[in-house]
């Protein structure tokens, strides 16, 4: 497996494919000097060779790689049941087939509690009534012996069911894992569409709400899934991540374990003005960005402006905004507006960088957050 750069070129065997394949072209940046990637991370397989896409941290190769999966595992929740994945040795199983099992495994744990069943209404020719009598079909059928009736039936055949069908025999084109294959097999009943995710609007109540968990991460991995167009035999796709995503995800989950009041998302509504902070807490306000930056001079008079508003509509005095370290230490403090509208905006950098296991890892990070406060 050869080991890429975000926001770095790629290797001139490469740019051929990037370019007759217009569904990696928003992943990429084509300019005089070749094909570099955007802020994007992850594995992809062209012609049974891998390639992995990872942040820049420090030197290592290894480190880099594990770092982003430490980050990726922890930001989306992922439980690992096989130990040795979570011995710096995950480089070995590509990251797709490390989400397939987490869903599969446990999709396959809430069958075994009960598959969800809901009702749906069904009109079907029957022999004998059943449920509600269709006027309307059976007048244009007067002669014919079955009755046309409309009833409820308790199913698994829902858009729940369909879309996880659809979802496991789109992962079976990538992976061979058997779990897979038996949650197939519970799903005999369900018929089998092609379900556009995109516009999906499952609602989960007290019945289904054991499958959320389930749900997010299928769908996270079909919306990250990139199939390509296939010119041989050989299967060729790319599951790649936006790390502006990830980094928010990573830090604002830390966060949550930092400081109990921390909402993420947190949605306020002044006006026809509505605000949505990164990291929103009883005291401060962080909103992440990942960018390279080396001092106030690289700060973005919209960011700044951002701040401002979020600190004066929220009420909070104290706000930051977090990237990633680079190549140097963020550490500067700014004074925005005046008298009772003051704000501060602290401008800091969090370093990644760490040669451990994933839980020294965690551990270490969120100390370093911790102390930022």
């Given at each position: 497996?050869?080991?890429?750069?975000?926001?770095?070129?790629?290797?001139?065997?490469?740019?051929?494919?990037?370019?007759?394949?217009?569904?990696?072209?928003?992943?990429?940046?084509?300019?005089?000097?070749?094909?570099?990637?955007?802020?994007?991370?992850?594995?992809?397989?062209?012609?049974?060779?891998?390639?992995?896409?990872?942040?820049?941290?420090?030197?290592?190769?290894?480190?880099?790689?594990?770092?982003?999966?430490?980050?990726?595992?922890?930001?989306?929740?992922?439980?690992?049941?096989?130990?040795?994945?979570?011995?710096?040795?995950?480089?070995?199983?590509?990251?797709?087939?490390?989400?397939?099992?987490?869903?599969?495994?446990?999709?396959?744990?809430?069958?075994?509690?009960?598959?969800?069943?809901?009702?749906?209404?069904?009109?079907?020719?029957?022999?004998?009534?059943?449920?509600?009598?269709?006027?309307?079909?059976?007048?244009?059928?007067?002669?014919?012996?079955?009755?046309?009736?409309?009833?409820?039936?308790?199913?698994?055949?829902?858009?729940?069911?369909?879309?996880?069908?659809?979802?496991?025999?789109?992962f079976k084109k990538f992976?061979?894992?058997?779990?897979?294959?038996?949650?197939?097999?519970?799903?005999?009943?369900?018929?089998?569409?092609?379900?556009?995710?995109?516009?999906?609007?499952?609602?989960?109540?007290?019945?289904?709400?054991?499958?959320?968990?389930?749900?997010?991460?299928?769908?996270?991995?079909?919306?990250?899934?990139?199939?390509?167009?296939?010119?041989?035999?050989?299967?060729?796709?790319?599951?790649?991540?936006?790390?502006?995503?990830?980094?928010?995800?990573?830090?604002?989950?830390?966060y949550q374990e930092i400081?109990?009041?921390?909402?993420?998302?947190?949605?306020?509504?002044?006006?026809?003005?509505?605000?949505?902070?990164?990291?929103?807490?009883?005291?401060?306000?962080?909103?992440?960005?990942?960018?390279?930056?080396?001092?106030?001079?690289?700060?973005?008079?919209?960011?700044?402006?951002?701040?401002?508003?979020?600190?004066?509509?929220?009420?909070?005095?104290?706000?930051?905004?977090?990237?990633?370290?680079?190549?140097?230490?963020?550490?500067?403090?700014?004074?925005?507006?005046?008298?009772?509208?003051l704000i501060n905006l602290?401008?800091?950098?969090?370093?990644?960088?760490?040669?451990?296991?994933?839980?020294?890892?965690?551990?270490?990070?969120?100390?370093?957050?911790?102390?930022?406060?």
């Amino acid at each position: 497996m050869r080991i890429l750069y975000e926001n770095s070129y790629i290797p001139t065997e490469l740019e051929s494919y990037i370019k007759e394949n217009k569904s990696l072209h928003p992943y990429f940046i084509a300019d005089f000097n070749g094909i570099k990637s955007k802020n994007y991370c992850g594995f992809l397989s062209i012609n049974n060779q891998s390639y992995f896409i990872a942040p820049k941290i420090t030197t290592a190769d290894t480190q880099n790689l594990n770092t982003f999966i430490y980050m990726l595992i922890y930001a989306y929740d992922i439980k690992l049941k096989n130990e040795h994945l979570m011995q710096g040795e995950m480089h070995e199983h590509h990251i797709l087939e490390i989400f397939i099992r987490f869903f599969t495994d446990r999709l396959l744990d809430e069958f075994k509690k009960g598959i969800f069943k809901q009702y749906i209404t069904l009109q079907e020719n029957l022999k004998v009534l059943r449920g509600k009598y269709i006027i309307e079909k059976n007048l244009n059928n007067f002669y014919h012996q079955n009755l046309y009736c409309e009833f409820d039936e308790f199913s698994m055949d829902n858009e729940l069911n369909r879309f996880f069908l659809y979802a496991i025999r789109i992962f079976k084109k990538f992976s061979n894992y058997t779990n897979l294959h038996r949650c197939e097999a519970i799903l005999d009943e369900v018929t089998y569409l092609n379900v556009d995710f995109r516009k999906l609007n499952i609602q989960f109540d007290r019945m289904s709400s054991r499958y959320q968990p389930s749900f997010e991460i299928a769908l996270m991995i079909l919306q990250n899934l990139i199939p390509m167009i296939q010119k041989s035999s050989d299967r060729s796709f790319a599951f790649l991540f936006d790390m502006a995503e990830v980094f928010e995800k990573f830090v604002g989950r830390l966060y949550q374990e930092i400081d109990s009041s921390t909402v993420l998302q947190k949605q306020g509504d002044y006006g026809s003005l509505i605000l949505k902070p990164d990291i929103y807490s009883d005291a401060l306000i962080i909103d992440t960005k990942y960018k390279k930056i080396a001092s106030r001079s690289d700060l973005k008079r919209d960011d700044k402006y951002q701040m401002f508003v979020y600190g004066v509509n929220f009420r909070i005095k104290d706000t930051m905004l977090l990237y990633p370290k680079h190549l140097v230490d963020i550490e500067d403090n700014l004074k925005l507006g005046k008298g009772e509208d003051l704000i501060n905006l602290r401008m800091k950098s969090l370093d990644l960088d760490f040669c451990g296991g994933y839980d020294g890892f965690i551990c270490e990070i969120k100390r370093r957050l911790e102390e930022m406060r």
